[in-house]
């Protein structure tokens, strides 16, 4: 188990948005653009706290939009949520 700090510094060494202006994967037409968002963000290693700051929401707003994104995809917990961002393509590898 790696501390939150520890795994996002993993997952941004590796992964970075994607660029804006894509459709939204098929699998995803069930979330809401704001949805889409946070789970973008999620997949880019955010903690809820650093999702409300970019997004400018409360914390409880964005554990709320995670919680519901989570249902949704019927993730049982955050790093399925990473995936689902990276083979949806919301998220890709850093060319390095």
């Known amino acids: 188990m790696l501390s939150p700090a520890a795994t996002r510094s993993l997952i941004n060494r590796y992964v970075s ?8 994967p098929p699998a995803l037409e069930h979330l ?3 949805e889409v968002e946070v789970l973008t963000l999620v997949g880019t290693g955010l903690s809820n706290d ?8 409360s914390p409880h707003t964005a554990k709320t939009h995670v919680n519901r994104v989570m249902t949704k995809l019927h ?4 790093a399925q949520l990473v995936i689902a961002a990276y083979e949806n393509g919301l998220v890709r590898p850093q060319d390095h």
């Open 32 to 34: 809401t653009e704001r």
């Open 75 to 78: 993730a049982h917990d955050r």
């Open 17 to 24: 948005p994607a660029p804006p202006g894509r459709r939204i």
């Open 50 to 57: 650093e999702i409300a700051t970019d997004l400018v929401i």
